[in-house]
């Protein structure tokens, strides 16, 4: 269908559907799949769409066929995406039908979502970005245990797609009335929230970027809500945020990455050069004290904020851990508990040892690009989308890396 065609019956579907849509649109973008446009200039404060609870579909309004294979027990080990994803592999109602017609292809989505991708690409990515790869297979392994033995006809593919599908477009979710305390974890929270789910992610606020425009997204017992917190020019694209996430999030958890300069929420993980410098002893003392893991390097772009300091770059876990290398276990605690001494020398052996840290990831990350750049497997875009988050950590690396050397 071409574009204007669909971005007008989308709308006409989901209004029939008890959607509220005001001067916005559905939209194709370069790159992004389908987005949202402002088709007129937007009020700050205005609400530009409503998605009713009705349209809304969630663990609550799975099909009687699934939800009895849950109570006999048939299914009781499925996560909430495993049961969504199993309803949408085999939803063929007419009532969802154009929407379905609008989701990312089987294609499309081998190409971006490093879980399709050939195992010898899949073991480039960066450390961050591969034990979320690890996790999110183990979860998608979980769901199709509890799922294949009872659909014979489903294909593990068809199913990994709309895993995916349901993974990479749902809502955080709780039904009215529940109770604090029988909240279940995020990752159980979710809805497909039909035509909110077309927005594109941004990690820029409105007022940080006047040109991207990030909406706030509220719900309530009534259903979703989208509201502009600025002014919005007609033409432009509007976002909503997935969450403060890192490029290696956003690649594995979204198939995409946003330049680094877009992403003030990304970060490069010093764990696989840190960690294997600490002995058993020194673990033990970081874990004692929650210091054990999660040492990264803040985004920092060329040419910002001149005058910050290493501190601001490097997280203060990371020196906390490097400390410890440099200072016997009793001095280390006295500083943890009371604040070290800027004065006392150690400060210049941390910088030394941060530098070979560096230095190290910086070879990792050399070798990791001419391993991809010599790679025959995988596609070119899946090929080029590694080496583009590679270049990225390699940049900041040296940034920081020439930085302390001053
Ligand atoms: C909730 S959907 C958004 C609508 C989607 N673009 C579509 O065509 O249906 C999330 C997916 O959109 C794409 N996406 C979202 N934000 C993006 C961005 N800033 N740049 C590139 N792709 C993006 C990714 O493929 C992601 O998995």
Same mark, same amino acid.
């Given at each position: 269908?071409?574009?204007?065609?669909?971005? /007008?019956?989308?709308?006409?579907?989901?209004?029939? =559907?008890?959607? $509220?849509?005001?001067?916005?649109?559905?939209?194709?973008?370069?790159?992004?799949?389908?987005?949202?446009?402002?088709?007129?200039?937007?009020?700050?404060?205005?609400?530009?769409? &409503? #998605?009713?609870?009705?349209?809304?579909?969630?663990?609550?309004?799975?099909?009687?066929?699934?939800?009895?294979?849950?109570?006999?027990?048939?299914?009781?080990?499925?996560?909430?995406?495993?049961?969504?994803?199993?309803?949408?592999?085999?939803?063929?109602? $007419?009532?969802?039908?154009?929407?379905?017609?609008?989701?990312?292809?089987?294609?499309?989505?081998?190409? +971006?979502?490093?879980?399709?991708?050939?195992?010898?690409?899949?073991?480039?990515?960066?450390?961050?970005?591969?034990?979320?790869?690890?996790?999110?297979?183990?979860?998608?392994?979980?769901?199709?245990?509890?799922?294949?033995?009872?659909?014979?006809?489903?294909?593990?593919?068809?199913?990994?797609?709309?895993?995916?599908?349901?993974?990479?477009?749902?809502?955080?979710?709780?039904?009215?009335?529940?109770?604090?305390?029988? *909240?279940? #974890?995020?990752?159980?929270?979710?809805?497909?929230?039909?035509? /909110?789910?077309?927005?594109?992610?941004?990690?820029?606020?409105?007022?940080?970027?006047?040109?991207?425009?990030?909406?706030?997204?509220?719900?309530?017992?009534?259903?979703?809500?989208?509201?502009?917190?600025?002014?919005?020019?007609?033409?432009?694209?509007?976002?909503?945020?997935?969450? +403060?996430?890192?490029?290696?999030?956003?690649?594995?958890?979204?198939?995409?990455?946003?330049?680094?300069?877009?992403?003030?929420?990304?970060?490069?993980?010093?764990?696989?050069?840190?960690?294997?410098?600490?002995?058993?002893?020194?673990? $033990?003392?970081?874990?004692? &004290?929650?210091?054990?893991?999660?040492?990264?390097?803040?985004? =920092?772009?060329?040419?910002?904020?001149?005058?910050?300091?290493?501190?601001?770059?490097?997280?203060?876990?990371?020196?906390?851990?490097?400390?410890?290398?440099?200072?016997?276990?009793?001095?280390?605690?006295?500083?943890?508990?009371?604040?070290?001494?800027?004065?006392?020398?150690?400060?210049?052996?941390?910088?030394?040892?941060?530098?070979?840290?560096?230095?190290?990831? #910086?070879?990792?990350? &050399?070798?990791?690009? *001419?391993?991809?750049?010599?790679?025959?497997?995988?596609?070119?875009?899946?090929?080029?989308?590694?080496?583009?988050?590679?270049?990225?950590?390699?940049?900041?690396?040296?940034?920081?890396?020439?930085? #302390?050397?001053?």
């Amino acid at each position: 269908m071409e574009d204007e065609k669909l971005s /007008g019956e989308l709308t006409r579907w989901a209004a029939s =559907h008890g959607a $509220k849509i005001k001067g916005i649109a559905a939209h194709k973008f370069p790159g992004k799949g389908l987005g949202v446009i402002a088709e007129r200039r937007l009020e700050a404060g205005e609400t530009i769409l &409503e #998605i009713p609870t009705s349209l809304i579909r969630t663990e609550f309004s799975l099909p009687k066929r699934i939800k009895k294979a849950i109570t006999t027990g048939d299914l009781h080990d499925g996560s909430v995406n495993g049961l969504l994803a199993l309803e949408l592999a085999q939803d063929n109602s $007419k009532a969802y039908a154009l929407w379905r017609s609008t989701l990312p292809s089987l294609t499309d989505t081998k190409e +971006s979502m490093p879980l399709f991708w050939p195992t010898s690409l899949q073991d480039l990515l960066p450390p961050p970005a591969l034990a979320l790869l690890r996790k999110q297979q183990s979860k998608l392994h979980r769901d199709w245990t509890a799922v294949s033995g009872l659909y014979p006809n489903l294909t593990l593919e068809a199913y990994t797609h709309a895993w995916l599908l349901i993974s990479t477009r749902t809502f955080y979710y709780t039904p009215p009335g529940q109770a604090a305390e029988d *909240t279940p #974890i995020a990752d159980e929270c979710l809805a497909i929230v039909p035509f /909110g789910d077309y927005f594109n992610h941004s990690s820029s606020s409105s007022t940080s970027s006047p040109s991207s425009t990030t909406l706030k997204v509220n719900y309530s017992p009534t259903g979703y809500e989208f509201t502009t917190d600025a002014e919005v020019p007609a033409g432009a694209e509007l976002f909503i945020s997935y969450g +403060s996430h890192t490029n290696d999030f956003l690649l594995v958890e979204y198939g995409f990455i946003l330049p680094a300069a877009e992403n003030a929420h990304d970060a490069v993980a010093l764990d696989a050069v840190v960690l294997p410098l600490l002995s058993a002893e020194q673990k $033990k003392a970081l874990e004692r &004290e929650n210091y054990l893991g999660n040492y990264v390097l803040n985004n =920092h772009q060329e040419g910002e904020d001149e005058g910050g300091s290493e501190s601001e770059v490097v997280c203060y876990r990371t020196t906390v851990a490097l400390r410890l290398l440099c200072m016997p276990t009793r001095k280390w605690r006295r500083g943890l508990a009371s604040g070290f001494d800027d004065q006392d020398g150690f400060p210049g052996e941390v910088t030394v040892l941060l530098g070979n840290a560096l230095s190290s990831y #910086i070879e990792m990350a &050399e070798t990791s690009l *001419t391993m991809i750049s010599q790679l025959d497997n995988g596609s070119a875009s899946q090929r080029d989308m590694m080496t583009r988050r590679w270049d990225q950590i390699l940049a900041q690396l040296m940034t920081v890396s020439h930085r #302390i050397k001053l």
